[in-house]
């Protein structure tokens, strides 16, 4: 098989057929890990010296914060969400700003335009001149229930799912005509790829019984990806945890692939090959959490060997991490997981 460019190696294996390799990508590398191969890299250049198949740009890592408090590290987000910066990329939130319907009347919402936050869009604007054609770009968006987790809070976003469900369809009506408008602009800079971000599950199995991810959870997400396909572009979704449950739910909304079929929440991407594997693209799973933190470099090998054998035939695999390359992953075990990828991910597969 002819060598492929980096972007139709993943347009391929999102169509579910066979590329030339088993392609790669992360949502975040943290620059620690960056620096550590490479000190002072660009995440653009760092793409390239790695060889990635895309280069992804997350949401919150190119937004700007409202201070509040310096000397904590205290802020606010676009959406009014209490936070605090932490060593990772993700400000943690601390406390939702959405306690009641009164706080909802006076709510002035983010707006997505270009011409008001022009500094979010620069990032990927400078990925498509440098990778258009060559590598996939990919702009992320947090998800709509995500998103309106963290406004109101996890446990009254669960309760109101049953005492107060209009006021979670409003907030969902909010944070969904944001990212509708955020997505519009991505795709009209020329992303080649949508990839929405946000948990639906932990554990034990979804945040809330199917019925109820139905209509607060997958309706939001489906419209996203009808978006995207309106104009031509797949739609990828992230959630950690065990999503057996909702699987089929998320599968019919259309998204073109799903990451990372979680193996600490007890997913086998085996299983979800056999079960799945027909319809979307898989995405995963080597655990970024005991694995790649404190396993040895021939560990995860191993695991990427496993990986492509239980669920690289045929085409639509995508290996990666099983969420992304945080701060706690040593550099070599990273290069020990894109370098076993390309050694085992070569079609036709010998495993």
Same mark, same amino acid.
């Given at each position: 098989m002819p060598r492929m460019t980096n972007l139709e190696r993943v347009m391929t294996t999102l169509n579910l057929k066979e590329p030339d390799y088993v392609p790669t990508m992360e949502i975040i590398i943290d620059k620690k890990v960056r620096d550590a191969i490479k000190p002072g890299i660009s995440i653009e250049d760092f793409v390239e010296y790695m060889d990635l198949d895309a280069a992804c740009y997350y949401d919150w890592q190119y937004d700007r914060y409202e201070p509040v408090d310096k000397e904590t590290g205290l802020i606010r987000d676009k959406f009014g969400i209490m936070k605090k910066w932490t060593t990772e990329v993700d400000p943690m939130p601390i406390e939702a700003n959405i306690k009641s319907e009164k706080d909802l009347a006076n709510y002035v919402p983010p707006d997505p335009s270009q011409d008001k936050a022009p500094w979010k869009y620069e990032p990927i604007e400078r990925a498509?001149?440098?990778?258009?054609?060559?590598?996939?770009?990919?702009?992320?968006?947090?998800?709509?229930?995500?998103?309106?987790?963290?406004?109101? #809070?996890?446990?009254?976003? +669960? =309760?109101?799912? $049953?005492?107060?469900?209009? %006021?979670?369809?409003?907030?969902? @009506?909010i944070v969904l005509n944001y990212n509708l408008g955020f997505i519009r602009n991505c795709i009209k800079i020329g992303v080649d790829i949508i990839w929405v971000t946000g948990d639906f599950a932990g554990n034990s199995g979804p945040l809330a019984s199917p019925k109820h991810m139905e209509r607060f959870a997958i309706q939001p997400l489906k419209a996203q990806v009808d978006e995207c396909k309106k104009h031509g572009i797949p739609c990828l979704k992230h959630t950690d945890g065990n999503i057996w449950a909702i699987f089929d739910q998320l599968v019919g909304t259309g998204i073109a692939g799903i990451h990372p079929i979680?193996?600490?929440?007890?997913?086998?991407?085996?299983?979800?090959?056999?079960?799945? #594997?027909?319809?979307?693209? +898989? =995405?995963?799973? $080597?655990?970024?959490?005991? %694995?790649?933190?404190?396993?040895? @470099?021939?560990?995860?090998r191993r695991a990427v060997k496993e990986c492509i054998r239980k669920a690289g035939k045929g085409g639509g695999l995508v290996c990666m991490s099983s969420n992304s390359i945080h701060s706690g992953v040593p550099a070599r075990n990273y290069v020990a997981m894109l370098k076993a990828i390309r050694e085992y991910g070569k079609y036709p597969l010998s495993l």
């Open positions: 498509v001149r440098r990778f258009k054609g060559k590598r996939a770009v990919v702009a992320t968006v947090v998800d709509v229930f995500y998103v309106v987790n963290e406004m109101l #809070g996890m446990a009254n976003h +669960l =309760m109101d799912m $049953i005492r107060n469900p209009a %006021l979670i369809d409003r907030l969902n @009506e979680d193996p600490g929440a007890g997913m086998d991407i085996g299983d979800a090959k056999a079960r799945y #594997g027909s319809r979307v693209c +898989l =995405m995963g799973n $080597i655990d970024c959490g005991t %694995l790649l933190t404190m396993g040895t @470099e021939e560990e995860v």
